[in-house]
T-cell receptor, first 114, second 113 residues
Framework: DGGITQSPKYLFRKEGQNVTLSCEQNLNHDAMYWYRQDPGQGLRLIYYSQIVNDFQKGDIAEGYSVSREKKESFPLTVTSAQKNPTAFYLC?????????????FGPGTRLLVL | GNSVTQMEGPVTLSEEAFLTINCTYTATGYPSLFWYVQYPGEGLQLLLKATKADDKGSNKGFEATYRKETTSFHLEKGSVQVSDSAVYFCAPRTSGGYNKLIFGAGTRLAVHP
């Protein structure tokens, strides 16, 4: 089955530690995205990538980094510079059909600070 | 700027009641419009979409019509079920340049038997 997978489902970070969240898709989508969701709020865009080896900052990129070395993979690193990392992180990918883009989301990773 | 406004939740309904969740937006260009649903502890699932004025998106008994004159995309369902309990997000996608989804806080729906 095609889809978007995110791992782990839960992740714990210690103070000063970098952690990496995985996002993989086998949908052959060109574009991929990372969002952050805080309790009771909507999604905010962290980074996005429209093609391999290229990515752009979203609205809240500070304290995060990404890479896009393969079409299928778009890992997100939460660095120690992110002072409030506790949140639910959602990865998405998109396809364009007849000029219209639709984003599809993974199941999410919940990051907690110890 | 680009923004979306949804009715505040929680919306609490009895099973088989009629549902309306209001959504209005401001966005540059001529946006496509999406409704996503999020069940507890899960990611977002695409519920329905509309790409031009007067289009009606529909799925699983839910409907929404793209109203350009009122910049609205209200979600409706004729008879809700307990399994519809979730958070619903209206998300316009801006056009021109990078196409970005705009999310509000969502509307929580609770359906009880």
């Amino acid at each position: 089955d095609g889809g978007i997978t995110q791992s782990p489902k839960y992740l714990f970070r210690k103070e000063g530690q970098n952690v990496t969240l995985s996002c993989e898709q086998n949908l052959n989508h060109d574009a991929m995205y990372w969002y952050r969701q805080d309790p009771g709020q909507g999604l905010r865009l962290i980074y996005y990538s429209q093609i391999v080896n290229d990515f752009q900052k979203g609205d809240i990129a500070e304290g995060y980094s990404v890479s896009r070395e393969k079409k299928e993979s778009f890992p997100l690193t939460v660095t120690s510079a992110q002072k409030n990392p506790t949140a639910f992180y959602l990865c998405a990918s998109s396809k364009v059909v007849s000029g219209q883009e639709t984003q599809y989301f993974g199941p999410g990773t919940r990051l907690l600070v110890l | 700027g680009n923004s979306v406004t949804q009715m505040e939740g929680p919306v609490t309904l009895s099973e088989e009641a009629f549902l309306t969740i209001n959504c209005t937006y401001t966005a540059t260009g001529y946006p496509s419009l999406f409704w996503y649903v999020q069940y507890p502890g899960e990611g977002l699932q695409l519920l329905l979409k509309a790409t031009k004025a007067d289009d009606k998106g529909s799925n699983k008994g839910f409907e929404a019509t793209y109203r350009k004159e009122t910049t609205s995309f209200h979600l409706e369902k004729g008879s809700v079920q307990v399994s519809d309990s979730a958070v619903y997000f209206c998300a316009p996608r801006t056009s021109g340049g990078y196409n970005k989804l705009i999310f509000g806080a969502g509307t929580r729906l609770a359906v009880h038997p």
